[in-house]
């Protein structure tokens, strides 16, 4: 008697078991293309670009935001945005529309897709509205408008620096602000420069009236 149940459910345990099997292999599948795809994409955005991603530290970013009194009716690019950490919290602690440029593909999405979880997430659905003014746009800075933008922010590398310095004198607004980490502009003199907590130095530039 016994025999014969355990005869009978013995297909049932296999296909489960094959069941479980291809699952597992479908999600190890999954996160082999994931992997490749972080890894093509890096490798063609630094192609591209030349430009690694580094992300800016949190602290530094809080920093910024307090020394330049940014506020919520103002406008923040980020140039060469990576994964949208910059933007998404300089919009967090200030509230000012934020918008990312950014040519690799990986961090790219990371950026999107946080900002779809911030807008569909039921556990932050107050932040919907703030999701709308997080921008982030596939796109090399260069060929951007920068003319609406208060405050532009760069950590970039040195060879970029000319022709950031050149595009912010000839299309940045009067009154305008380059938030430069690192690398300075090699002609203009900043009006301002400090330290970061994480020791990094930040170049201030105003365009003039
Ligand atoms: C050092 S990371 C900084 C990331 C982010 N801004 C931060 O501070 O956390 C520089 C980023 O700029 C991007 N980048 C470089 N040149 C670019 C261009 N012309 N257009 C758009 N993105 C660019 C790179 O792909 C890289 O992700």
Redesign the pocket.
């Known amino acids: 008697m016994l025999f014969a149940t355990l005869w009978q459910r013995a297909p049932l345990a296999q296909a489960q078991t094959l069941m479980f099997d291809i699952i597992i292999l479908l999600i190890m599948l999954l996160f082999v293309l994931i992997l490749l795809f972080v890894i093509f994409s890096a490798f063609l ?1 630094y192609l591209i ?1 030349k ?6 530290s949190a602290e530094d970013i809080s920093f910024i935001v307090q020394k330049l009194t940014i506020g919520k009716n103002q406008i923040f690019y ?5 994964n949208g ?2 933007c998404f919290l300089v919009h967090k602690l200030c509230g000012a529309k934020c918008v990312g ?4 593909w990986w ?1 790219h999405l990371w950026a999107k897709i946080k900002k779809r979880c911030l807008q569909f997430s039921p556990l932050l659905r107050g932040d919907a509205q703030r999701a709308e003014r997080l921008l982030f746009k596939n ?4 060929k951007a408008n920068w003319r609406e933008a208060d405050f532009i ?1 760069g ?2 590398f040195p060879f ?1 620096m000319v022709r950031v310095e050149e595009k912010f004198l000839q299309e940045g607004k009067a009154g305008s602000i380059a938030i430069i980490r690192d690398f300075r502009f090699p002609n203009l003199k900043p009006t301002e420069t400090f330290y970061l907590p994480k020791k990094h130095e930040i170049y201030i530039y105003k365009k003039q009236v």
């Open positions: 955005g670009t430009v690694p991603f580094v992300p800016t980020d140039l060469g945005s990576g950490k910059v440029f950014e040519l690799t961090t796109q090399d800075f260069f922010y950590y970039l970029l």
